[in-house]
């Protein structure tokens, strides 16, 4: 493991860490062992197929919007999909998302840039339709304004949502706009004449060494553009945009009802489909933050402090939170297994593996 994995998990071990402290400070450890064996894991199996079937629509996204560029079967997508997806849940660093598109390379001969830039694409269709949710349960679901709860010495109440909203809308916007400067052709073609320039600011050192700079350093990431570009070639096309917002859709109703599901078997837990729709976008703005491989502790964090917004009493909620935060894992986690022992994939090696950033040739590019 190197260096900069190493720090992430330091990092990451922190704060999840500190989220379960607070998470589980109020409910002692017998009632929590107590609440997980009342549980009725029956509903496991259906909330499971859900979960799977999500997962193929994640592949079936995927694999569309690569088809915008390049020719990729419905395995080539979901091998490194479900490989990318468990090396997240046992490494940190969120490995995965990069170990996707190196996959991708590996089989299918697609550039490294390419694969990444779609993986974005689906990260931006991703945050784009968690805020419109965000802003659907703002206005549809009563949460009492003068409910506070204090977390790790923060006081989360309604304006916290609201302002984990606003940073996740200007996050949505900047990568939009990225998205859209790249994919430009003339757009591009500036910023990558201003990168091949930009060697001959350091005027005070030697010819050879900007030479050196412009072949190394400037040209690799302007044949990185280049492909990014490529990548994005799907936002050029109003019908795929329609498609993949569709899929988009499916994916996220599907992922609510794996929640609702498990709810069934859950005692001292009556939330509405809405709600649940709540708790889940809560979780998913917890998530981004730093933590150990799988979220573990701050998943529990958002999903305690959800379910506290809708009058689950601290118990349940920690019970039930822990509980599907192992059934959402676990299948994944096997299915990731399966997928790199089918394709031969070594999951260390992939993420230790040096992503190549400029142009390289395999696929059918449109």
């Known amino acids: 493991m190197n260096r900069k994995m190493v720090l992430s998990l330091l990092i ?4 999840s860490g500190v989220a379960f402290y607070f998470a589980f400070k109020n409910v002692p450890f017998g009632d929590l062992i107590a609440y997980l064996r009342r549980i009725n894991y029956w509903w496991v199996i259906p909330s499971t197929v859900g979960i799977m079937a999500a997962f193929l629509l994640r592949a079936v ?3 569309y919007i690569l088809n915008a560029t390049e020719t990729v079967g419905f395995a080539g997508a979901y091998h490194p999909l479900m490989i990318g997806f468990m090396m997240n849940s046992v490494l940190p660093g969120r490995v995965g998302e990069v ?3 190196l996959i991708l390379r590996r089989q299918e001969a697609i550039p490294f840039s390419i ?15 968690m805020v419109a949710l965000f802003v659907f349960v703002m206005a549809t679901v009563t949460i009492d304004p003068g409910l506070e709860i204090e977390f790790s010495g923060i006081v989360l109440d309604r304006e916290t949502l609201v302002g984990l909203g606003r940073n996740m809308s200007v996050l949505a916007l900047a990568l939009l706009m990225f998205i859209v400067l790249v994919s430009v052709g003339p757009v591009r073609g500036r910023i990558n004449r201003t990168i091949l320039q930009a060697p001959a600011l350091l005027f005070f050192t030697p010819r050879p060494f900007q030479s050196t700079v412009r072949e190394r350093v400037s040209r690799p ?6 492909n990014l570009g490529s990548g994005f070639a799907l936002l050029r096309n109003p019908i795929r945009i329609a498609g993949c917002i569709g899929l988009t859709a499916l994916i996220w109703a599907l992922q609510v009802l794996t929640y609702y599901i498990v709810m069934f078997g859950a005692p001292g837990i009556d939330i509405t489909f809405t709600e649940m729709t709540a708790v889940m976008v809560i979780i998913s703005f917890f998530i981004a933050l730093p933590s150990v491989p799988g979220y573990w502790g701050i998943w529990e964090a958002g999903g305690v402090f959800a379910m506290r917004l809708f009058g689950v009493p601290a118990r349940e909620a920690a019970g039930f939170t822990l509980a599907n935060h192992a059934i959402q894992m676990f299948p994944v986690f096997i299915a990731g297994l399966v997928s790199a022992w089918i394709i031969g994939v070594n999951v260390i090696n992939v993420s230790e593996e040096k992503t190549d950033p400029a142009p390289a040739g395999g696929g059918n590019r449109i």
Do not use: H, N, Q, S
């Open 221 to 226: 990431i302007a044949g990185m553009m280049d």
């Open 115 to 129: 694969g990444f830039a779609t993986v974005a694409v689906e990260r931006i269709f991703d945050v784009a339709l």
């Open 61 to 63: 996204r995927w694999r």
């Open 12 to 15: 990451g071990a922190t704060v």
């Open 99 to 101: 170990a996707r598109p």
